[in-house]
């Protein structure tokens, strides 16, 4: 599927040139040329992130593989084949798996805040559906696995993001009464002794009982392995028995419209977080004046030198699996000249 998503991308991009080359190559060029007052845009491919200070994705079916896991990597190789993907041209992808992995980026420049301005987008792989068998649905939805994203401003200048400099960027989800805040999620390392459980009217999933988690709301339950990825959904060079991550957990979005299984609509939220919108959506571009400290007062921040996103659900969606945050890049949008008014 991310495939697909990348592919249909690179069509629209491809398309888009197209029309500017046919535009340029069919204009007068006996004629006095007004001048153009038309904002610039964004390719898309390309990132403005130097560097990943962290990468601890969560269990997920494509953990090992979006950036892929060879034997004997450790911490610190995976965190520069994350850097590889999202950074400079053409960057490609990481994936954060279920609930609370995350990743933590820097750049060479700080992103400035500017007053009444959206300032950076966080690149993923969103799309919107062409269709929906619920004709009466309100939100647009398509493929939305929206990540909670935080920032650091290097106040001090040492050169990392310190743990008192981190604020939440309060989404359009901040104060729904289904946001949990301090949502804290354990994910076990499956045993590979274990015989699968096998779900016989789903024949997607090869193992129902396959990662076992628990929350600290008193839920718990096991996250399937699907057909479609066979490889160890749990990250291999960690060597624990198991992984917590702590976060703010977003309301769930994916809904099952076809009442199959087989139609899944993820619903995006108005605002806020990554992964939610298209790239070329002006939803997926944030304000850093959306930043609160974890009483929910403004942060105030003159910028922003660190970025880290968390994938913010803990869902399955049947056979599309987990709902997994991806991340292809940060773009600084006043570096790129491009102007999105805030909300």
């Known amino acids: 599927m991310i495939k697909y998503k990348i592919n249909l991308l690179n069509i629209a991009m491809a398309f888009t040139a197209a029309i500017a080359l046919y535009s340029c190559s069919s204009s007068d060029d006996s004629t006095t040329k007004e001048e153009d007052n038309t904002p610039p845009t964004i390719s898309y ?28 990597d450790t911490e610190e190789e995976m965190k520069k084949k994350a850097l590889k993907a999202i950074s400079g041209k053409g960057p490609s992808l990481v994936s954060l798996g279920g609930f609370g992995g995350y990743i ?24 919107w559906a062409n269709s929906n068998p619920n004709s009466n649905a309100t939100n647009r939805g398509g493929s939305c696995e929206p990540g909670v994203i935080m920032v650091a401003y290097d106040a001090n200048k040492n050169g ?29 390392k499956p045993d590979p002794n274990k015989a699968p459980v096998i779900d016989t009217i789903n024949k997607w999933a090869t193992d129902i009982e396959y990662i076992k988690w628990e929350d600290n709301q008193g839920q718990s339950g096991y996250m399937p392995k699907n057909t479609y990825h ?8 960690i ?23 087989t139609y899944w609509v993820l619903y995006s939220f ?10 070329n959506d002006d939803e997926s571009a944030i304000d850093i004046n959306w930043a609160v400290d974890r009483a929910g007062k403004k942060a105030n921040l003159p910028g922003v030198d660190f970025i880290k996103i968390y994938t913010g659900v803990n869902q399955q969606a049947g056979w599309l699996g987990e709902t997994s945050t991806e991340v292809s890049g940060v773009i600084d949008l006043h570096k790129a000249k491009v102007t999105i008014p805030t909300r």
């Open 104 to 127: 933590v980026v820097g750049f060479d420049e700080t992103i400035k805040n500017v007053e009444g301005l959206r300032d950076f987008k966080v690149l993923g792989n969103a799309f």
């Open 239 to 261: 060597n624990e028995d198991k992984i917590t991550f702590t976060g703010t957990k977003l309301p769930n979005n994916a809904i099952d419209e076809s009442g199959k299984g």
């Open 230 to 237: 066979q490889q160890n959904y749990f990250p291999e060079w």
């Open 45 to 72: 491919n390309y990132s403005d992130v130097t560097k990943v200070i962290d990468f601890k994705p969560a269990a997920g079916q494509f953990t090992n593989d979006i950036p892929k896991y060879v034997k004997g």
């Open 160 to 188: 990392v993001p310190d743990e008192d400099e981190w604020y939440e960027i309060a989404g359009s989800e901040h104060t729904n009464s289904e946001t949990i805040a301090n949502y804290s999620i354990t994910y076990h």
């Open 270 to 279: 108005d605002y806020g977080y990554a992964d939610n919108a298209p790239n």
